[in-house]
């Protein structure tokens, strides 16, 4: 008998496990179906067996099939024919003649000014471990080029936690239905790690409490039970205002403080008393009544379980609040059980053999020079000697970095040789000499390690790659070659890398993980029980005391202050002058409809943003007769950028909320709110300052 018509299209089917490899905490587990007549993916949904996942995807990934099948992508190898910038104009070549091209400008520039004039440039275009971290890495080390400090997005916070604990996480999102107390601290899960969401809201069904503290007014503040605002840049202050309410009423847990830290008790003899409830009032504009009841609250139970993003250190304390925050559930004890601070778990995750994936011995003892992504606009403008040639993969720098407008300075001068590797016709490409195409997510084979759960995923290939696109380890393969770089390791196969990288003798996480078991179900748990894992389990965390450092030795030794404290922003409300020109603090958060610049290419999601807003507090607005939907100008010294008022009830007064990284393109004089943002470095890690940004905002024509 013949198949029914519905059954004859099921044999035509396969199912594909894919993990999301962009930019957010969840990593999630994708299934995705092809038609294996056509090769073509027609559906992307939620694997129902990860337990993160649960079967749905973020409004950004929902619409993954557009992004894949997309009239703006690159699909071939191009090479600029006119002007460098906006409007730039492109002839197509082929792969040998872009590659020959590539490798004679670079070698030449390396034999006239060596390979320090060389600078790669990248960051989390994608989280795959392969495309992230992998081939590319390795092609710059036998190259000997600039190293890159990729500070831009989490670098303060990670400084703060090796101060601390090191790079090992202490809270778990799956526990949280257990917890009595939950405090979503400057994030925005909602928008920015929707998966966590069910989890808070198991435990708020469950009894607990769940407060966010933001100045912002979010997705996620109307789902909390109390919102609280702190003034941007003080979160320091409001931690440690919280120990000493808890210290005071005897309720820091001095067993766990003996047993596992170092400094508990200068903390308490010379710190905490400079935040008395007033003081911390002043600094913070919460309450002081506010204040106290919130940390009784927290320190009633150690079932407490505080989730703390990336945004938060984007300020020029960003380390001394990541820190102050992190030792809350040290103070408490809360880290001794399933209590603590979730803030990022990619530290831990990512733990493998860098020396051996990157390949370090091919610098062969050479120490090139460093540049700081953050400040690129000077690595362009003032470097002596100059930087001449600028390799792109995995990121759009002409949006992403602050003081956008001094980059693409740099960006266009005519004797930089450019090359940009992207899926998409970006800002940045219009910049290129050469511009190469790149794949996506569902094209290529990727180990993904979340860094807001403890999952692994594999990513595996779904369809053929679309054009003549590329994933970023066979690009620099195919150039390693053209260069004469003749390694074996130039040759090894993602199987092969993805075989080193799964080594639980290196990280404890991987044990019980297999290539073979991530093939079969996409997806395998992290070995977070493990007696080898750093941290609680072990009684040993990886800190040179081997203990949470309150106070913190090495700190002295780099002239930071070895014990937590509020820091005051060099640019940001506390410190403005009366008269300041400039009077408002600039949050550029993350949109709900993309991941940085990912997704922007989608026309569903940019119909979904409809067009850029500048949020404003009632307060504000009236003081400069601005409504909701009239076109404004936000601005400062450095730049100025545009967007639609959106008057914001609740929101913090002097705040302003523009969102992150849009396209400069889409926006009236071709820049971002980045364009507003100084080249100024973090108190810790060498991060940027996005959130220490004052400016003006007025009604333009």
Not at 12 to 20: A, N, P, W, Y
Not at 452 to 476: C, V
Request: charged content about 25%; proline content about 6%; hydrophobic content about 40%.
């Amino acid at each position: 008998m013949e198949p029914a018509p519905q059954n004859r299209d099921a044999l035509h089917l396969k199912t594909v496990h894919v993990s999301c490899p962009h930019d957010c905490p969840d990593a999630c587990s994708m299934r995705v179906t092809v038609d294996t007549r056509s090769g073509r993916a027609i559906e992307v949904k939620g694997d129902p067996s990860h337990p993160v996942t649960r079967g749905y995807l973020c409004n950004k990934v929902n619409n993954y099939l557009d992004l894949v099948y997309n009239d703006r992508r690159v699909l071939y190898p191009h090479r600029r024919v006119g002007p460098k910038g906006p409007g730039a104009k492109w002839h197509r070549i082929s792969w040998d003649e872009a590659l020959d091209e590539i490798a004679a400008r670079l070698k030449g520039i390396i034999a006239e000014d060596g390979p320090e004039a060389v600078l790669p440039f990248s960051y989390s275009g994608t989280l795959g471990l392969l495309g992230f971290l992998g081939m590319g890495e390795r092609f710059f080390n036998r190259m000997g080029a600039c190293r890159l400090e990729r500070t831009i997005c989490t670098a303060a916070g990670a400084a703060a936690e090796m101060f601390t604990t090191g790079r090992v996480g202490d809270a778990n999102i799956e526990d949280l239905p257990g917890m009595e107390v939950v405090l979503l601290w400057g994030t925005n899960l909602v928008t920015t790690g929707v998966h966590a969401m069910p989890f808070v809201n198991e435990a708020r069904v469950n009894g607990a409490k769940v407060i966010a503290i933001d100045p912002r007014v979010t997705r996620t503040t109307a789902f909390a039970d109390w919102h609280i605002q702190p003034r941007p840049g003080t979160d320091a202050a409001l931690a440690l205002g919280m120990m000493k309410v808890i210290v005071d009423h005897g309720l820091h847990d001095v067993g766990f403080l003996e047993a596992h830290t170092v400094g508990w008790e200068r903390l308490i003899d010379e710190r905490l008393g400079d935040y008395t409830l007033d003081a911390v009032e002043r600094i913070t504009g919460v309450a002081a009544a506010d204040v106290e009841r919130l940390a009784l609250l927290y320190a009633s139970t150690k079932k407490s379980f505080i989730r703390v993003n990336w945004g938060i250190q984007r300020h020029d304390n960003g380390g001394s609040m990541t820190r102050a925050i992190k030792l809350l559930p040290a103070i408490t004890g809360a880290m001794a059980g399933k209590g603590g601070v979730c803030m990022s778990s990619g530290g831990e995750m990512r733990a493998i053999d860098m020396a051996k994936f990157q390949r370090t011995d091919l610098l062969a003892g050479r120490k090139p020079r460093t540049f700081n992504m953050i400040q690129l606009g000077k690595a362009l403008n003032e470097a002596q000697p100059p930087v001449r040639a600028l390799f792109v993969w995995n990121s759009d720098p002409a949006n992403c970095v602050p003081d956008t407008v001094d980059a693409r300075k740099g960006m266009a001068r005519d004797d930089l040789f450019t090359v940009v590797h992207d899926t998409f016709f970006t800002d940045s490409a219009d910049y290129a000499d050469i511009l190469l195409p790149a794949d996506t997510a569902l094209e290529r084979m990727d180990l993904l390690a979340a860094y807001g759960t403890y999952y692994f995923g594999l990513s595996q290939p779904a369809i053929e790659k679309l054009g003549e696109s590329l994933d970023n380890g066979e690009l620099f393969r195919r150039l390693a070659r053209k260069m004469g770089y003749d390694e074996p390791c130039f040759s090894e196969t993602d199987e092969e890398m993805l075989e080193a990288i799964i080594d639980p003798d290196f990280n404890p996480l991987f044990e019980g993980v297999t290539l073979e078991l991530l093939r079969e179900r996409g997806w395998a748990r992290a070995a977070v029980d493990s007696p080898r894992r750093k941290g609680v389990n072990s009684g040993k965390w990886p800190t040179p005391s081997g203990r949470i450092e309150i106070y913190s030795e090495t700190m002295e030794k780099r002239g930071l202050d070895p014990l937590p404290a509020h820091l005051p922003e060099a640019e940001g409300l506390a410190n403005r002058e009366a008269a300041s020109r400039y009077p408002l603090q600039v949050i550029s958060a993350a949109t709900h409809y993309f991941i940085g610049a990912s997704f922007q290419h989608v026309p569903r999601l940019q119909e979904m943003l409809s067009r850029p807003t500048i949020e404003i507090s009632p307060q504000d607005a009236s003081a400069r007769g601005i409504q909701s939907g009239d076109f404004c100008r936000l601005y400062n010294d450095r730049g100025e950028t545009f967007g639609y008022a959106h008057v914001v009830e609740g929101l913090l007064p002097g705040v302003i909320g523009a969102p992150k990284q849009l396209q400069g393109s889409h926006m009236k004089n071709g820049v971002n709110v980045n364009t507003l943002t100084s080249q100024r470095e973090a108190d810790m890690g060498h991060g940027p300052v996005f959130y220490s940004t004052l400016a003006e905002v007025e009604k333009s024509g």
